[in-house]
């Protein structure tokens, strides 16, 4: 395997080998505890660096600043127009540090540092510019009551910000969903505490950083890294958070709705996915097949919309299989660093363990790797991109989300067979369709029960474009206008004349 070979930023430089303290009410710190915990570099093992390890104590200090940054100070009295070039400064500033962020990204994560460049760094520039427009446009009503005379009343609502947000992120766009979350919830005029992954927290910290620079008052942005079961649990329970947004698997999903329910915040959710990939034999089968492979592969399948169904019509089947095989075989698994690399290492060797174990159970229930099926080395935590066949919808592999480079591709008839075979799952986060038929391809959309269908394409991102799942993928919509619900409240103020 080759060796890292461009040059440290010299701003990531000082986050290597490093101690880094936790953002609250405008201050570094400590945590109370004094404690830390480290940080890996999953294309080595080794650790990257340690932080302050947020529990209790410091998210009852985070909330508190939160809580006064939004009563008062400056937060509340700004204008919404002197509100929006704050966040849009962030976005300006994403721009300027893009290498030193990318760099961290994937560091920390692990990923290509090209895509980084290209992807997670530019889209998170982007996220801030978009709601930044956001801030001037908040509107509510003027309604006509239905059992009174005109002159009688004069009603109206008002959008108000929904008040002290948790928001608590997942690993694998670490920079990315950190924006997602922030963005929109400065716009509408909320405070916040964000808890970064316990596995990815540096671009987080240096984004606080790049938010003070942008300056936005103390309080109103609070970061405090630390597990999810003591500093993640601490903040979805906590009595004075009025709403939390949280992005991650299912199963912590459901944990947090039950910790949100002692003071009944408002909570959404983006959670897993077990997204269908559906390939009909009148697509553009090169297209079809690059798509189906970048569906699953890109960010080494660790996203939560990941193609990792693919349905194939059955005349096409060995065709498709061989050619996103094909992909698979071609892609370079190296360290993120490595210019050649096309795929990184997987987070962490909790997530490796947890992939091959898939990878395992698939062969143990009688699937077959066409191309992949292990780990890669025994240093870092890289895997093959793996193409699975001979599978059935008992299978885990079928059922469960990997999040992983693994794909199952199964056969199909036709459209009437293949809607229920997509809907069979508990997800309901994306799919896809690839197919010349215009008809075909809207009928089927409406079919699937899916929060986003991509029509000959994959993963197409935009702060424009809401995101969310039907079933247990999701409660609410991240991006578009959609995600300013989760961020304000309605208020209808009833005058009598
Ligand atoms: P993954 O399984 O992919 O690591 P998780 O859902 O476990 O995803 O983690 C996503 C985020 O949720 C992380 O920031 C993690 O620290 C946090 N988290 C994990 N468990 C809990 C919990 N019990 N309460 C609140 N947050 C949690």
Redesign the pocket.
Known sequence: MATAVISMDPGVSRFVAAKHRMLINGKWVEAASGKTFPTYNPATGEVLSNIAEGDVADVNRAVAAARAAFESGPWPKMSPSERGRLVWKIGDLIEKYAEELAQLESLDNGKPLKVARAADVPLAADHFRYYAGWATKIEGNTISLGLAPADKFHAYTRREPVGVVAQ?????FPLLMAAWKLAPALAMGCTIVL?????TPLSALRLGEIIQEAGIPDGVVNIVP????T???A??AHDDVDKVA????T???K??LK?AAGNLKKVSLELGGKSPNIVFDDADLDRAISGAAGAIFFNHGQCCCAGSRLFIEKDIFDKVVDGVSQHAEKIRVRPGFDPECDMGPLVSEE?MNRVCGYMDSGKQEGAKAVTGGTRVGDKGYFVKPTVLVNTNDKMKVVQEEI?GPVVTAMPFSDASDIVPKSNDTIYGLAAGIWTRDIKKAHAVAAKLRAGTVWINCYNVFDAALPFGGYKQSGWGREMGHEVLENYTEVKTVCAAL
């Open positions: 608590i992120i997942p690993w694998n808890k970064p992954a316990e596995q630390g597990y999810g079961e500093a993640g649990a903040l979805a949280f992005t991650g698997s199963e912590v999903g944990l947090i910790a997530q999040f």
